[in-house]
């Protein structure tokens, strides 16, 4: 097998890790009057077309939620 930092790759390390099945994955919704949320959202728009960028908005964006959302 290939080089895994330095060694071998343990054989029960899977080759493909995947977070989210992307036929369900929801994409996080923010919280209406929420300044904070409103400008992932202006960015969000902004990076369209560029999967890499996006991906990062949508962290952010869960993080914002799950950080400063929690508990409304």
Do not use: I
């Amino acid at each position: 097998m290939g080089d895994f930092l330095g060694e071998d790759r343990p054989s029960d390390l899977p080759r493909v890790a995947s977070l989210t099945d992307p036929l369900t994955f929801t994409p996080p919704k923010p919280v209406p009057n929420c300044s904070e949320c409103q400008r992932y959202v202006r960015l969000a728009a902004k990076v369209a077309g560029d999967g890499s960028a996006s991906t990062d908005v949508r962290v952010l964006l869960s993080r914002h939620l799950t950080e400063d959302h929690a508990a409304q």
